[in-house]
């Protein structure tokens, strides 16, 4: 196990290990989000960071939209009321591991070969920890913005807002409410499914072949014997006992209930039941109810409608037999870039790298920003990452087995933050 940190000054140095040691710390508090109301427990990030943050100056609001389920809020005044606002937003939840797939425990915070592993080391724990540092560096220092500046841990971005950004916004838009948001670029596993080895998937086509499975008939002596006794003419009886001919007749059986029947006196038989049922369900039981719940990612300017077309062409002869109900209906959102944020974004990243230069491209996870933007706000996914940071590896551990990040990235978007700071409103 070693441990280094990114060339530059000793405060430089000493944020960037703060970042590391508060974002192991986050990691270690394993704030897994099922989905449910009761997971999450996202009041332990909270705290963290309260404690962090206390001391520096700073005023500290949390905020529970229900048991557990904590955001915490701060910021630093502006001079000028009229000068926009720039919230730095963080999510403190995680969605949940495969234990079988890590290397190393996914909360365990590890730091090895300049690498700190875990769940959430990517998906955003990194980035909420280093919000944190920068935010408590800009109080202790005395740096008073031009507009106000915000810090916002929020709870519940995993599973769909409505215990963070989305109650928020609906019950305290007062104390998070920005002009300019930034917040993870989120390329979450789900909203990549191309070229996937979705467990899933393979699980329905195996429910496709079992229940496609035909093995050859087997005749019981019992079976002889319970043919004697059906009252059947004799051509029925020599069909129903000659396996060259029995599939033939049981496929073409007026009644589907007595076929149903005679196939399972004459085969092994396999009736896959259950995959997800409104009621618990057993193996002897045929389900006549599943739930499937299917996530969908829409290009902008797609609604409603275009999703239950694409699954109309999708299903075929199966669309008048599945009824579609909407779990969560937020559409694609877009920011333009001809923004004072952007161009602060640039000096800052031009500062770290000469030659680089921002495009604006399409986020194909599910963020936080939805919620601002629908507030009127313009939020950006951001960080700086390390130019030996592979892209698809980096992507690949979104919601992944083995998801980590190097001590260079985390320097790096640590800095980032003070540097878009000090460029939006000279």
């Known amino acids: 196990m070693s441990q280094s940190f990114t060339a530059g000054t000793s405060d430089e140095n000493r944020r960037t290990g703060q970042t590391v040691e508060l974002l192991q710390t986050l990691i270690r508090n394993e704030c897994v989000n099922y989905g449910t109301p009761e997971s999450g427990g996202e009041v332990r990030n909270s705290d963290t960071l309260q404690a962090y943050l206390e001391g520096a100056g700073l005023d500290l609001e949390v905020f529970d939209a229900a048991p557990g389920r904590r955001s915490l809020v701060t910021r630093i005044e502006g001079s000028d009321p009229n000068a926009p606002t720039l919230c730095l937003m963080g999510h403190t939840d995680v969605v949940p591991v495969n234990r079988d797939g890590w290397s190393r425990d996914p909360f365990g915070g590890e730091l090895v070969d300049g690498e700190v592993w875990g769940r959430g080391a990517v998906d955003m724990l990194n980035l909420t920890s280093s919000m944190a540092v920068a935010m408590r560096h800009l109080a202790l220092t005395g740096y008073r913005p031009k507009g106000d500046l915000i810090y916002f841990a929020c709870a519940d971005e995993e599973a769909g807002s409505n215990y963070g950004a989305r109650w928020m916004a609906e019950n305290h838009w007062d104390v998070i409410g920005a002009d300019y948001v930034l917040t993870e670029n989120g390329p979450g596993h789900g909203s990549r499914p191309f ?37 059947v003419d004799d051509e029925t009886k020599a069909i129903m006992l000659d396996e060259t001919l029995i599939e033939d007749w049981l496929d073409a059986h007026p009644s589907a209930s007595a ?97 680089a230069r921002l495009t604006p491209q399409l986020i194909i996870g599910f963020t936080d920003s939805r919620v601002y933007r629908d507030m009127g706000a313009v939020a950006y996914g951001a960080g700086l990452f390390s130019p030996e940071l592979d892209g698809a590896d980096f992507g690949a551990r979104f919601h992944g087995n083995d998801e980590r990040i190097d001590i260079e990235s985390l320097a790096l978007t640590t800095q980032l933050w003070l540097d878009v700071v000090d460029s939006l409103w000279d």
């Open 195 to 231: 070229r996937q080895d979705n467990a899933l998937v393979k699980a329905a086509a195996v429910v496709h072949r079992i229940s496609q499975y035909r093995p050859p008939p087997k005749f019981h002596e019992l079976w002889r014997e319970q043919v004697d006794t059906l009252g």
């Open 259 to 355: 076929a149903a029947h005679l196939y399972s006196c004459t085969h092994t038989s396999f009736s896959p039941n259950v995959l997800g049922a409104p009621t618990a369900m057993k193996t002897n039981v045929i389900p006549d109810h599943v739930d499937i719940e299917v996530d969908v990612r829409t290009l902008p300017g797609e609604g409603a409608a275009e999703v239950q077309a694409h699954l109309d062409e999708a299903l075929g002869d199966l669309a008048d037999q599945v009824e579609v109900e909407i779990i969560m209906n937020d559409p694609a959102s877009l920011s333009r870039v001809e923004t004072p944020l952007w161009d602060a974004l640039e000096v800052a990243v031009e500062r770290r790298f000469p030659t």
